[in-house]
């Protein structure tokens, strides 16, 4: 199994351009995770989704980050316009539920390293 | 308000001893604890995990502890070997809220040969 793949690896931009960061879940996990890591902040979950449906977003930050799942293997982690102060390592996460109850091992993948200057 | 904590930021140990970290936690609704362990430009990977109907779950050279009525474990390596050298995460989940993890800031591990 590949595992959770994020891209891109690494991402410079430009305050104020969109920034679009992408993950696909390992294949049969029907729950996917969004984090953010800083030095201050820690380990944040922005979001997380259950088959595809948007579960809690009480994490992301600001209208400025937007997230889709439009199928089982593919989600989006949208930042617009983007900020410095949104400088982090984004991972993405993915686990096995069964009836709406997760097993909780979460799956993680390499991190996207977001710059933005 | 932090509901997970790890008061330690960093360890330090010599090879072959015993490695603790600790973990403390608020929510009295948290009945699944996990450690997860991350090195340098990798994502986390699951390491060990306890349920709250036991307090000691074993594999190998890691171990962890639960003591639910100080809302607190630990987790014990031995011996520690400098491939452990790495950062720890511990997290906490209520299974009645599927899915949702909340995770430490961290302790980040260093075992000296």
Not at chain 1, 13 to 36: A, N
Not at chain 1, 83 to 104: I, L
Not at chain 2, 24 to 39: H, I, R
Request: charged share 20%; hydrophobic share 30%.
């Amino acid at each position: 199994d590949a595992g959770v793949i994020q891209s891109p690896r690494h991402e410079v931009t430009e305050m104020g351009q969109e920034v679009t960061l992408r993950c696909k879940p390992i294949s049969g996990h029907d729950y996917l995770f969004w984090y953010r890591q800083t030095m201050m902040r820690g380990l944040e979950l922005l979001i997380y989704f259950n088959n595809n449906v948007p579960i809690d977003d009480s994490g992301m930050p600001e209208d400025r980050f937007s997230a889709k799942m439009p199928n089982a293997s593919f989600s989006t982690l949208k930042i617009q316009p983007s900020e410095p102060r949104d400088s982090a390592v984004y991972f993405c996460a993915s686990s096995f539920g069964t009836s709406g109850v997760s097993t909780d091992t979460q799956y993680f993948g390499p991190g996207t390293r977001l710059t933005v200057l | 308000d932090q509901q997970v904590k790890q008061n330690s930021p960093s360890l330090s140990v010599q090879e072959g001893r015993i490695s603790i970290l600790n973990c403390d936690y608020t929510n009295s609704m948290f009945d699944y604890f996990l450690w997860y362990k991350k090195y340098p430009a990798e994502g986390p990977t699951f390491l060990i995990s306890i349920s709250s109907i036991k307090d000691k779950n074993e594999d190998g050279r890691f171990t962890v502890f639960l003591n639910k009525s100080a809302k607190h474990l630990s987790l014990h390596i031995v011996p520690s070997q400098p491939g452990d050298s790495a950062v720890y995460f511990c997290a906490a989940s209520a299974r009645r809220k599927a899915g949702k993890s909340t995770f430490g800031d961290g302790t980040t591990l260093t075992v000296k040969p």
